[in-house]
């Protein structure tokens, strides 16, 4: 404090037209300063013990760290069996908890910014909130059904007006909210709106875009959905149990329970679970087909014919390997290559978007995003590792997967005009027919 006395003894007196200027921004809102100490001294209720009354009766006699030991391990198995009850129930009970999951991430964010920057009295705010949210979860969903669904866009008449049109209506909705918030705002409210404007379209792109790119990820087949976040999961429990018992050296100065034990011991036993749960699955074709869209039935199908990459093919081990474990090939699965990948980047990378949330209640003062799940916080709490998984599997499905799509290629070419149709099938059967792929005489016919 004396530090600071004698700075400002020293500073000279700012002239009129900047105090004039500063008794504006005064009357507008709060300063920076202002703002930065209100949300350094802001903190939200602590959170009050939910743990089931059962559990606290059963573990009153263990200590607190083995008593949170036992309610996390409880809950953890009971949200396991809940996962393998929704992926038993089919891809489309998938994408509607995908869709509660999102919708639930984006209260709890929301709701932090509302409590930590006191703004429970903004005008309009949290209609306007929810409103981008359905905004943006209408457009990205729109595109998602065009892609998809196309034969069922086609043969309705609303739903295909709605389609050709669906990137104005989206701009029109959002500009209509743009607007709308525009003309909710006060004078003593300036700053504190624009806060929160940010912070609303922060966590869209956050919690929506991600879910997106999960069911994008499902679409591909569930296996792209389930190892991803299955990996995700081994390595968070695993990380927690090699750190629980043998922990000793602090990782991350943003998560000081976390321990560089349970960093390592998690990523070696990630890989081993990534590669056994992918040599189970790429043996079903439930799993490892694209789901589909069935017109006839007006259902969801899993069945195809697999990939190369869901077949078992032989690899050569490596000399140094072959004297070690006695064998010189290995019959696996491609994808098991793959799911490699996969469970390096949940074990190395995915950590953290673990850390980035810890930062993040770190400079608000909170311990969890919520009190959802006893034990272990809020959903955001345990999906704040699976949005950063879910771009990668995405980023790697584009950049090592997937090719061109036909049928999309094919809906594009019924949207062009005949005498585009007719362009298009003259120059492709004439570059079929250099190749020697279509011959004269199937051509005469």
């Not at 595109?143 to 866009?153: N, W």
């Not at 104005?168 to 504190?192: E, Q």
Request: aromatic share 16%; proline share 5%.
């Amino acid at each position: 404090m004396t530090e600071l006395r004698q700075r400002v003894a020293r500073e000279p007196e700012a002239p009129p037209e900047d105090k004039e200027s500063e008794s504006e921004a005064k009357a507008d809102g709060e300063t920076a300063s202002d703002s930065e100490s209100r949300v350094e001294a802001a903190t939200l209720p602590p959170s009050a013990d939910d743990t089931p009354e059962v559990l606290n009766r059963a573990l009153s006699n263990l200590s607190s760290r083995w008593k949170n030991w036992w309610v996390r391990g409880i809950l953890t198995l009971a949200m396991i069996a809940f996962f393998f009850i929704i992926i038993y129930l089919g891809p489309m009970v998938l994408m509607m908890i995908v869709m509660c999951v999102q919708i639930k991430c984006f209260h709890e964010i929301i709701t932090i910014g509302y409590n930590v920057y006191h703004s429970y009295d903004l005008p309009w705010f949290r209609t306007l909130s929810w409103y981008f949210l359905l905004c943006v979860n209408y457009f990205f969903y729109g595109e998602t059904v065009t892609d998809y669904f196309f034969t069922l866009v086609q043969r309705e008449e609303p739903l295909r007006i709605l389609s050709k049109y669906h990137r104005f209506i989206s701009f029109t909705l959002y500009l209509t909210g743009f607007c709308m918030f525009v003309l909710s705002l006060v004078k003593k409210h300036y700053r504190l709106q624009f806060y929160m404007f940010g912070w609303t379209h922060v966590t869209l792109l956050i919690v929506v875009t991600q879910s997106h790119l999960v069911i994008h990820n499902l679409f591909e087949g569930m296996i792209w959905f389930i190892v991803p976040i299955s990996c995700v999961i081994c390595n968070d429990i695993m990380a927690y149990m090699f750190g629980f018992f043998f922990g000793r050296t602090p990782l991350i100065k943003l998560s000081p329970k976390k321990t560089w034990e349970g960093f390592i011991g998690g990523f070696f036993a990630t890989v081993v679970f990534g590669l056994l749960l992918s040599y189970v699955m790429s043996g079903y074709r439930c799993f490892v087909c694209p789901v589909e869209y069935n017109n006839d039935t007006n259902s969801f199908t899993v069945d195809c014919e697999p990939s190369g990459l869901f077949r078992l093919q032989e690899y050569n081990i490596p000399g140094m390997i072959q004297s070690i474990i006695g064998w010189k090939t290995v019959r696996m699965y491609p994808f098991q290559i793959h799911s490699i990948a996969l469970s390096t980047f949940a074990s190395l990378i995915g950590p953290f978007g673990g850390f980035f949330a810890s930062g993040f209640k770190r400079a608000f003062k909170i311990k969890d995003f919520a009190n959802t799940i006893p034990g272990h916080g809020g959903i955001m709490d345990r999906f704040d590792c699976q949005y950063l998984m879910a771009t990668f599997v995405n980023v790697y499905i584009a950049s090592f997967i997937r090719g061109p799509n036909p049928s999309k290629l094919v809906q594009q070419f019924l949207t062009l005009r005949p005498d585009q149709q007719l362009h298009i099938f003259n120059t492709l059967k004439s570059h079929l027919t250099d190749k020697g792929m279509l011959t004269a005489a199937t051509e005469d016919k």
